[in-house]
């Protein structure tokens, strides 16, 4: 495998207008601690990838469209061949945005939708109109003819809602559907009651795998959960036939699993360069090093891509090359992310 950075979510603001359950970044209305990097320090990271790489590059936040200077940033990265990509919470989108997301050749916008109701959505989002928000931003999409796929986190209190979100999904024309099983980082730390269990969650990958086989219209993926590429191997040996999958353009690039530090990689707002937005911990900083070099030597990245390192029944597992497990869970939940990923039931050949 070729280790290359194919797709960067970079976050250029932690500041947010709502104040998710689940949020990653901790977001708050005002990051006192975590300030917006400058219109010319962000031009300098923009110029500090592109002297290495060209990947898709996520403009994410917080909310990324707080920022007065976003469209500068964006048409700064698109000219300098980057494939620009937007994620929104959607509820600052209007017909004036939408024109300006087209001028500055957004490729991709990612909304969030974590219910297929007010109620639901709004619980999760802390802001009452969330769920609204995000509906109308949708339509607006399809009104403008921006592509965009839509992202929807699950813990115990909306794992029943599953289905009915994917449907709404699909009912609003999203060119994805990405399914994020939650990983406990950032403020989700205090959901650790919440999280979906062990039992439950396999379930849900056998039911996406049964709903996926059937679905022509709008690509899915499960999204942190990794474990989703062997019941895909053992399912379709079980029937008999090669189970095809399409891939999204603009996605992580990967056809495996976990592709944290392989393939992507996160970019916080101090500058810290991580394997992904739910590994809380710090290859280098992009102020300070060139993406080339800790893309290249940071011993962090060098340990996720030594797949003999990796622990437990990750370190057996003969599917650890397609799976590999959720480097962030095992360090969020065993203080180790070379640890095997403490959500999966799978009991390795060599142990059976």
């Not at 022509?216 to 590429?229: E, F, G, H, S, W």
């Amino acid at each position: 495998m070729q280790f290359e950075p194919k797709w960067i979510a970079w976050e250029i603001t932690r500041r947010c207008n709502l104040h998710c359950i689940h949020c990653r970044s901790s977001s708050e209305e005002v990051a006192h601690n975590h300030p917006d990097p400058s219109t010319e320090e962000c031009k300098g990271i923009i110029d500090n990838i592109t002297s290495y790489a060209r990947p898709v590059i996520v403009l994410t936040g917080g909310e990324p469209l707080l920022r007065d200077d976003f469209f500068e940033i964006a048409e700064y990265a698109a000219k300098k061949d980057l494939r620009v990509c937007l994620a929104t919470n959607g509820t600052l989108v209007n017909d004036e945005i939408c024109k300006k997301l087209k001028d500055v050749d957004i490729k991709m916008v990612s909304l969030s939708l974590d219910g297929h109701n007010e109620k639901v959505h709004d619980n999760f989002r802390q802001q009452k109109g969330a769920f609204l928000g995000t509906i109308n931003a949708a339509r607006l999409f399809k009104k403008y003819d921006l592509p965009f796929l839509i992202n929807s986190s699950f813990t115990r209190r909306n794992q029943d809602t599953i289905p009915q979100v994917y449907k709404l999904a699909k009912e609003l024309g999203a060119t994805a559907w990405y399914m994020f099983m939650i990983v406990p980082t950032g403020r989700a730390e205090e959901l650790l009651e919440e999280l979906i269990n062990e039992e439950d969650y396999e379930k849900i990958l056998n039911w996406h795998y049964e709903m996926e086989k059937n679905e022509k219209d709008m690509l899915v993926r499960p999204t942190c959960a990794p474990q989703y590429y062997r019941v895909i191997f053992e399912n379709a040996k079980k029937e008999g036939k090669k189970f095809e999958r399409r891939s999204l353009k603009f996605s992580t690039g990967g056809a495996k699993g976990c592709v944290a530090g392989q393939l992507i990689c996160l970019i916080n707002v101090d500058g810290d360069v991580m394997p992904c937005s739910y590994f809380p911990v710090s290859a280098g900083n992009i102020k300070k090093q060139s993406l080339k070099e800790i893309w290249e030597n940071s011993e962090l990245f060098q340990s996720l891509r030594d797949f003999a390192s990796y622990k437990g029944r990750c370190g057996v597992c003969e599917y650890v090359k397609v799976c590999g497990g959720c480097r962030a869970r095992a360090y969020c939940l065993k203080n180790n992310y070379l640890e095997e990923d403490p959500y999966c039931r799978y009991t390795p050949r060599r142990f059976q």
